[in-house]
């Protein structure tokens, strides 16, 4: 990177280590530095315009810079900038935010808690659940059971729930008390000739087999996205959480959706666990719950969480857990304008519209030399990029062609991600089937470039 001595750029190298990022490489390379955005766009420092075709990190629904939301922070930062919901405290926004979640959830909900993050979220609600496991004295009932390829964030619990390696490697994770069960990914992982009806099946064998193993009376809670977004999105097979929750049912197994990618309009329903008919004991809500435009992460809970927690609490004298920033007013003033926004515009509905047209054009590329499979559902999608159909083989080593499409798109215009070789688009809820097209024009603009090298 050839960047002057004061440029951000080079300050960005001098002092700061980036999330996700090759520490040593980025050296290099250096950032991008992004410095505005409007509807679906983002700009660079040196005006390059780019469309955010990952709406951020899956996150900004109502596209870059929405007046109403500004507005909405400018308003109750100068009418009140902070309080907190320790000792019964409480103020409007929260109780706003709260009454609107727990109306607004699948399926009947009774409290919501308030968290900054997905995986502070995540962490609460393995507290919550081990909690309650000893309010109900079942101190013995405290593993957990999440999906190799699950994604539930970074923090020592749930980073913990997250099956990929890269989150544990190093960390010395997972804790203990957290095992994982397959995931649902049917193109990588069914047997040759098995139906998605039957690789489901197996799944939930497999499932019932690992809490046998364990002892049912050991096991607290199954963690899930309806949709795995981080591990590749990862769209579940015909049947799978029929099975899935049969078998929890079976034995008193607590579900956790979580609906940290999935929420608010995603899949074409307001939330995944309505697309996949899936009943939830707690629900995990963060990112487009305020569009990202300030951090706020919420659980709702059920009754039967809420009133051994309860039980418990009076028992010791208080739940003593909670965030100096959890349910923050600003962030809940914003959270609540943003969820009027996305009922006011029917996102949901360009979702499911405009999204039914995403995914049929994704579906085109199937036929590319260099696309192994394409997945997705609503606005949320991803392409398997291979060098080998018949052998789903790489280019190389696992990431390369999904690095090299992703920064072709990078070089053309559009912001996506790899993860490994799946390339994942899941673009602001304003996208218009315009837009969507010309999208799609890069990414086979792309693919045709990187064919061109991978043929070499
Ligand atoms: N759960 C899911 C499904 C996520 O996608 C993410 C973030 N990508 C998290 C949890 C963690 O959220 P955060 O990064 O806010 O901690």
């Not at 999608?381 to 990078?410: R, Y």
Request: glycine share 10%.
């Amino acid at each position: 990177m050839d960047a002057q001595p004061n440029s951000p750029e080079a300050r960005d190298i001098r002092y700061h280590l980036h999330a996700y990022t090759n520490a040593r490489k980025h050296q290099e390379t250096g950032p991008l530095v992004i410095e505005k955005g409007d509807g679906i766009y983002v700009e660079d420092a040196a005006g390059n315009r780019y469309i955010e075709a990952m709406a951020g990190l899956w996150s900004v629904a109502v596209g870059f810079s929405e007046p109403r939301l500004v507005e909405a922070a400018a308003r109750q930062m100068a009418k009140l900038p902070f309080y907190h919901s320790f000792s019964s405290r409480s103020h409007s926004p929260l109780i706003d935010l709260a009454e609107k979640l727990v109306l607004m959830a699948p399926v009947p909900m009774s409290k919501a808690f308030f968290t900054n993050s997905g995986s502070e979220a995540n962490d609460t609600a393995i507290k919550m659940i081990w909690y309650r496991s000893n309010a109900l004295g079942q101190p013995q009932r405290k593993k957990i059971i999440a999906r190799k390829r699950g994604y539930h964030g970074v923090t020592i619990a749930a980073a913990s729930l997250t099956g990929l390696p890269s989150n544990q490697t190093s960390f010395d994770l997972p804790i203990a008390n957290v095992l994982h069960t397959a995931s649902p990914h049917y193109w990588r992982e069914a047997l040759p000739g098995e139906s998605e009806e039957q690789f489901s099946t197996r799944l939930a064998g497999e499932l019932e087999q690992l809490i046998l193993a364990e002892g049912p009376e050991t096991v607290a809670a199954f963690f899930g996205e309806p949709v795995m977004g981080a591990g590749g999105v990862v769209v579940p097979p015909a049947g799978y959480w029929e099975k899935i929750q049969a078998v929890l049912a079976k034995y008193d197994i607590l579900l956790v959706a979580d609906e940290v990618i999935c929420g608010f309009g995603r899949t074409g329903a307001m939330f995944g666990c309505q697309t996949y008919g899936i009943k939830p004991d707690i629900i995990v809500m963060s990112k487009q719950i305020s569009s990202s435009y300030l951090p706020i992460s919420a659980l709702l809970i059920n009754d039967r969480v809420f009133e051994p927690i309860a039980d418990e609490s009076n028992r010791i004298g208080t739940f003593g857990h909670g965030f100096t920033g959890g349910g923050h007013p600003v962030a809940a003033a914003v959270a609540l304008e943003n969820l009027n926004l996305i009922e006011e515009r029917d996102l949901v509905g360009n979702a499911r519209r405009v999204g039914a047209h995403m995914q049929e054009r994704l579906r085109r590329l199937a036929v590319h030399p260099l696309v192994g499979e394409v997945r997705g559902v609503g606005l949320i999608a991803a392409i398997e990029l291979v060098a080998d159909k018949a052998a789903k083989a790489p280019w190389g080593s696992v990431g390369a062609l999904g690095g090299l499409v992703n920064g072709l798109l990078q070089d053309n215009g559009v912001i996506t991600r790899n993860m490994g070789d799946a390339l994942a688009f899941c673009p602001p809820l304003i996208i218009t089937e315009k837009q969507v097209d010309l999208l799609m024009q890069a990414v086979e603009q792309a693919l045709d470039a990187a064919a061109k090298q991978v043929a070499k």
